[in-house]
């Protein structure tokens, strides 16, 4: 347990709708901090680990999304977990520091002690408390949370060095061209109050490089942050690569699952490892059936109390199944996320599909993928309100909201 003179702020940074572009057609109809994984908003998953951490006082999103996309989410969740959550919106992208450091006077107003920072575009078991307990050992300014991942994935992350004793972050470097380690930044961080300073400090050092240009012709001097504005700072390239070896930084190494969010494909991995996670923490969000009064569940399988199930249809694994669906008679759904009032209709196949908002699928119908989560048509995807017809095969396709599909399609994106 903490002790009582600390106060936990969590802080998650939700982006806004010029990134995550690489989540379209689904970040069309929601934001993409919102769209559910096991049946939950991605976001909802860090706000619940956070929620559990002793001595938290509130958790702020920060976005630059519209206040209006995230209030309804916002209340609800403040009332069912009783924490405080609100929404902070960036008039424009801060970048990952420049946004935290633009509501340093919100954050501090709660007297933190210590600020969990968290990317909401990241899947883990976000191991804070015992974070929180390595990081007050450290006595560091931040603790940034580390994994082991192959190397040829490495490079799509920042790559870092750490001390095997003390754990110190010594070098680290954002998403480099050739490689460095297999350690990498998970996204996940711990810092005191500390870390505004050193915002500030860029802040000032971008300043003096300003005014130094104006009276220098050295091309020289034309450092690499000369397009962006001067406003914009970033956590990794400009906080986290100059204090390493500092004695300012250290690591914390998970060895549970950890993953990361950019695509459909990803999200539905993700849903398939949280679904996964709730038989420790919330083993009563799973469903059970066995075909006789309910349908008959394999593995992890969420479906929402309003979704109407036949029973003689088979589920799972990892299907998450939302709001007022309903699943027809014969129908088999295995590792799919099916959104809210789709119909699948009578002995209908969904395998590795996201199938969008108010969707049909007709009987006999077939909608696939092959499974290849990293792959751009690894999996299929049927945006909102789309209209597979009896008996058509979609296979390994992207098919753009509102759209009909009368024959059947392999490899498509169909706009
Ligand atoms: N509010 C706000 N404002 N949020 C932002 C902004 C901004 O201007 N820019 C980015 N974010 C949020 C994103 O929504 C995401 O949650 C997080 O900050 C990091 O986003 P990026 O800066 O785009 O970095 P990334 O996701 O490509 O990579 C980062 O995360 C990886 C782990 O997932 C880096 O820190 C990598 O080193 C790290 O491995």
């Keep these: 347990m903490g002790s009582s003179q600390e106060r936990i702020v969590a802080v998650i940074m939700v982006g806004g709708p010029t990134k995550g572009t690489r989540f379209r057609p689904l970040s069309l109809n929601v934001p993409k901090p919102l769209f559910p994984l096991a049946g939950q908003p991605m976001v909802h998953h860090p706000i619940s680990a956070c929620r559990n951490i002793p001595n938290l006082v509130q958790i702020y999103l920060i976005g630059f999304y519209e206040e209006r996309e995230f209030a309804l989410y916002v209340s609800s969740i403040s009332h069912e977990l009783r924490v405080p959550v609100r929404y902070l919106r960036e008039d424009k992208p801060h970048g990952s520091a420049g946004g935290l450091y633009s509501f340093r006077d919100h954050i501090m107003e709660e007297s933190p002690s210590h600020i969990v920072l968290l990317n909401c575009d990241v899947c883990c078991s976000f191991p804070l408390e015992a974070m929180l307990g390595a990081h007050k050992s450290y006595g560091g300014i931040g603790t940034v949370l580390v994994i082991k991942v192959s190397a ?4 799509q992350f920042g790559e870092l060095v750490a001390d095997p004793e003390t754990k110190e972050l010594l070098h680290y470097t954002e998403k480099p061209e050739t490689f460095v380690s297999d350690l990498i930044n998970c996204g996940v961080y711990i810092f005191t109050p500390e870390i505004f ?14 005014n130094l240009r104006r009276i220098s012709s050295f091309e020289a001097l034309l450092s690499a942050t000369k397009a962006l504005p001067a406003d914009f700072v970033r956590l990794d390239q400009d906080i986290l690569s100059p204090l390493a070896g500092k004695k300012q930084l250290y690591t914390f190494e998970t060895l549970d699952f950890w993953e990361q969010i950019k695509t ?3 999200s539905l991995r993700c849903s398939g490892l949280y679904l996964s996670q709730y038989r420790h923490t919330s083993p009563q969000l799973l469903a059970s059936g066995d075909g006789t009064k309910k349908a008959t569940i394999t593995g992890d ?40 009032n789709v119909e699948i209709m009578e002995n209908a196949v969904v395998i590795h599909s996201i199938v969008g908002w108010k969707s049909t699928i007709g009987k006999w119908s077939r909608v ?45 994106i169909i706009l």
């Design 301 to 340: 399988v969420y479906i929402h109390p309003s979704a109407k199930v036949h029973p003689s249809a088979k589920i799972g694994p990892n299907v998450s199944i939302s709001a007022n669906a309903r699943i027809g008679a014969g129908v088999r759904l295995i590792s799919c996320i099916i959104l809210d």
């Design 152 to 155: 040829e994935s490495a490079s």
């Design 368 to 412: 696939q993928g092959e499974g290849d989560y990293n792959a751009k048509l690894g999996i299929t995807i049927l945006g909102e309100a789309v209209d597979v017809e009896d008996e058509v095969v979609v296979i390994n396709s992207v098919v753009l909201p509102n759209k009909t599909l009368n024959v059947s399609v392999q490899e498509e």
């Design 264 to 266: 459909p494909g990803m």
């Design 197 to 210: 300073s050193a915002i500030e400090d860029v802040f000032k050092q971008r300043k003096e490089r300003a």
